[in-house]
């Protein structure tokens, strides 16, 4: 198969589809691959590592479109890629399409087959492709809410760890999942003061024993929700709902339970966001204020730091591409009930039980 890696448009994303080791693999199993110059540059893989695995190098996007029959990348097309859709290609990166009608739109039209990492799902309910960039998402929710929460910065002023006579802040986290539980170790590893809600008992339980009581876990309901965002200083949303849109926990009106200068971190953003006010914003401006709350909504926060998270990703990914391009879309599917999960898109038909309920669209069934 003909695979081809194109260098990322998104603003601000940095991450690259493929490493040369990635390369090296896909080359090894007989298939053909084509690398737009420049794609891993800013993730510390030059262009001549991957010439040495066996890529070849394309100057052009179009190009690389074009002579492609899988392309592989990191983050959902954008519009002014939405032309490069064509019936037969297979498409495997990051979607988020329950937030984002234009593009599913735009790949039913086109027939494109599009398998979404976030959407690939194990038998035990893991999402593998996925699992990599929220563990490092909320390392880095806690890292950049601490940051938000400084005075220069429009937050209360308020040192995450506190230090000897003074209290430290106080954290909630929405949400006990794989970004809930990543930032839950940062925010308790500074020594903040930290509470986790979600709908799971069983979750609350493994959350308390995994962290020893040294944080407070709650059941997840309006009331404690209000009750948690009032007393925190840094509110943290990781909320998901696999493939589907993530559901509003806090409304605008709340806001005004918050202390001015308090921050929220929405990681769910990507999904449509779990705050009322949240939108998604860029790393170079990445925060807006509403009500006197600092809002944070970068929709690719990992890209940030792009080599930990590129050999983070490609490693997740690599064997199902693999497994893709080895067998095509229908017979992988076939054969791997996690690959039949994260097909979103086929033959112009919405696979995607949360993504045909965003928009009220039919689902097809793998």
Not at 176 to 205: C, F, Y
Not at 232 to 244: F, K, M, N, R
Not at 274 to 297: L, N
Not at 348 to 366: K, N
Request: charged share 20%; net charge neutral.
């Amino acid at each position: 198969m003909r695979i081809g890696v194109p260098r990322e448009i998104k603003r601000h994303e940095y991450r690259a589809g493929m490493t040369p080791a990635c390369v090296r693999a896909y080359v090894a199993a007989g298939h053909t691959v084509t690398v737009q110059a420049g794609t891993g540059t800013a993730a510390g893989f030059e262009d001549e590592a991957y010439v040495a695995a066996g890529a070849r190098m394309c100057d052009r996007t179009e190009d690389i479109w074009a002579q492609a029959d899988m392309i592989v990348k990191v983050k959902e097309p954008i519009g002014a890629e939405y032309g490069y859709f064509r019936k037969g290609l297979l498409l495997f990166a990051y979607l988020h399409l329950a937030a984002d009608e234009a593009l599913t739109r735009a790949l039913l039209q086109s027939g494109v087959a599009a398998v979404a990492y976030e959407t690939i799902r194990l038998e035990d309910g893991t999402l593998p492709c996925l699992k990599p960039m929220s563990e490092i998402a909320g390392r880095l929710s806690v890292q950049e809410g601490a940051k938000c929460l400084e005075t220069p910065f429009g937050g209360r002023g308020v040192l995450l760890g506190g230090v000897p006579g003074v209290r430290p802040g106080k954290v909630a986290i929405l949400g006990g999942g794989v970004v809930g539980t990543n930032a839950a170790k940062m925010a308790a590893g500074m020594g903040a003061d930290v509470t986790v809600l979600d709908v799971s008992a069983r979750r609350l339980e493994y959350l308390d024993d995994m962290f020893n009581m040294r944080l407070t876990t709650l059941y997840s309901t309006p009331d404690s929700i209000a009750a948690a965002i009032a007393e925190c200083d840094l509110l943290i949303g990781a909320v998901l709902l696999p493939g589907a849109r993530a559901p509003r926990l806090v409304r605008r009106a709340q806001l005004a339970l918050m202390k001015p200068g308090a921050v929220i971190v929405d990681v769910a953003v990507d999904q449509g966001g779990c705050v009322e006010t949240t939108h998604a914003t860029t790393h170079d401006q990445p925060t807006y204020v509403v009500d006197g709350i600092v809002h944070y909504a970068v929709a690719n926060m990992p890209a940030a730091v792009a080599r930990t998270s590129t050999l983070a990703l490609t490693s997740a990914t690599l064997q199902y591409g693999l497994m893709l391009a080895g067998k095509g879309v229908t017979d992988a599917a076939k054969d791997c009930p996690a690959i039949a999960a994260g097909v979103n898109c086929l033959d112009g038909q919405c696979c995607c039980e949360g993504v045909a309920r965003a928009f009220r669209l039919s689902a097809a069934h793998q």
